[in-house]
C-alpha cells in the first residue's frame, strides 16, 4: 500500500508540475454572483458560464438559498479575500 501511495503521488507531481495559482477568471464571476446575486439571476450566470447538468444547479440553489441567509457584511469578507487572492496570483 506505501509504494502505491508514493507512486500515485510522485505521478501526480509529474503530471501536474505545469498547474499554476492563477484563478480562472470565470470562477471569480460564478463567487462573486453566488454571493450577491438572487437566485433567479445567479441561475442564469452560472447556465451561462458552465451550462452544467441540472442537478448541479439544484443543488447550488440549495447551497445559495443557506448562504443568502449570511450578513452582507460576511460576504464582503469573503470577497475581499477572494480579491486578496487574485492580487497575490497575478
Do not use: H, W
Not at 447551497?63 to 475581499?80: F, G, P, R, W
Request: net charge neutral; proline share 3%.
Amino acid at each position: 500500500m506505501r509504494l502505491f501511495l508514493s507512486v500515485l503521488l510522485v505521478t501526480l507531481a509529474l503530471c501536474c508540475s505545469k498547474a499554476n495559482g492563477i484563478t480562472c477568471p470565470a470562477l471569480v464571476t460564478e463567487v462573486e454572483s453566488f454571493l450577491f446575486l438572487d437566485m433567479s439571476a445567479y441561475k442564469s450566470v452560472l447556465q451561462t458560464l458552465f451550462d452544467p447538468p441540472q442537478e448541479v444547479i439544484e443543488a447550488k440553489m440549495t447551497v445559495k438559498a443557506c448562504t443568502d441567509q449570511m450578513s452582507l457584511e460576511n460576504k464582503m469578507l469573503i470577497s475581499s479575500t477572494l480579491a486578496k487572492a487574485m492580487k497575490n496570483c497575478q
